[in-house]
């Protein structure tokens, strides 16, 4: 079956450090990768998809995640924090169950220090 | 604009009473989901709907049901069968294919009184 895997509920960064976010996923196919944000009170926002063009992908934001097959990661990264990246941040895999489905991680929550 | 509209954004529900979460959309998207949010779990899927007329359940079916007349459409009911109901309902919806991302609307937050 296929699943996502995100390392730690809570991360805190300072504002202009590095922020990484762990997702490893679990697929016996080629995997289609999402990762999405949301904020307070507010629906998912897509940040990136993988889509198997490229395995270093560019999203919105500043944000951009890198595809490493042989770890079965695609961590979600940004060189530097800004205070407004503080949100939740889910990796998502999506899968062909007969019809097409969705299956998120359970969330990291980003907290961005002054 | 284009976009998924959930309503109402609160809602209060007494026990034993059934209550409707609406959620439309105007993007032509084929496919529609319902999600519900609890706090460190992440998202659970609900139902889905890949076309009109037609819908699959989740993971979390029971205590829930759903309807798919119109395309732009895909109201919630959480009936008195759920024991557990208050929690943040997100719908989404998509083109229909594997590499589709959801696009969702803002939630309903449903509590009991």
């Known amino acids: 079956a296929q699943s996502v895997t995100q390392l730690g509920s809570h991360v805190s960064v300072s504002e202009g450090a590095l922020v990484l976010l762990r997702c490893n996923y679990s697929?016996?196919?080629?995997?289609?990768l999402f990762w999405y944000v949301q904020y307070p009170n507010q629906g998912l926002q897509l940040l990136l998809k993988y889509t198997s063009a490229a395995t270093l992908v560019k999203g919105i934001n500043g944000f951009e995640a890198e595809f490493k097959k042989s770890e079965t990661s695609f961590h979600l990264t940004k060189p530097s924090a800004h205070m407004s990246d503080a949100a939740e941040y889910f990796c998502a895999v999506s899968v062909n169950t007969g019809g097409f489905k969705t299956i998120f991680g359970a969330g990291t929550r980003l907290f961005v220090k002054a | 604009d284009g976009g998924i509209t959930q309503s109402p954004k609160y809602l209060f529900r007494k026990e034993g009473q059934n209550v409707t979460l609406s959620c439309e959309q105007n993007l032509n998207h084929d496919a529609m989901y319902w999600y519900r949010q609890d706090p460190g779990q992440g998202l659970r899927l609900i139902y889905y709907?890949?076309?009109?007329?037609?819908?699959q359940k989740g993971d979390i079916a029971e205590g829930y049901s759903v309807s798919r007349e119109k395309k732009e459409s895909f109201p919630l009911t959480v009936t008195s069968a759920q024991k557990n109901p208050t929690a943040f309902y997100l719908c989404?919806?998509?083109?229909?294919?594997?590499?589709?991302?959801?696009?969702f609307g803002d939630g309903t937050r449903l509590s009991i009184l």
């Open positions: 709907s890949q076309i009109v007329n037609d819908f």
């Open positions: 989404a919806s998509s083109i229909r294919g594997i590499n589709q991302p959801q696009h």
């Open positions: 697929s016996s196919v080629p995997p289609y």
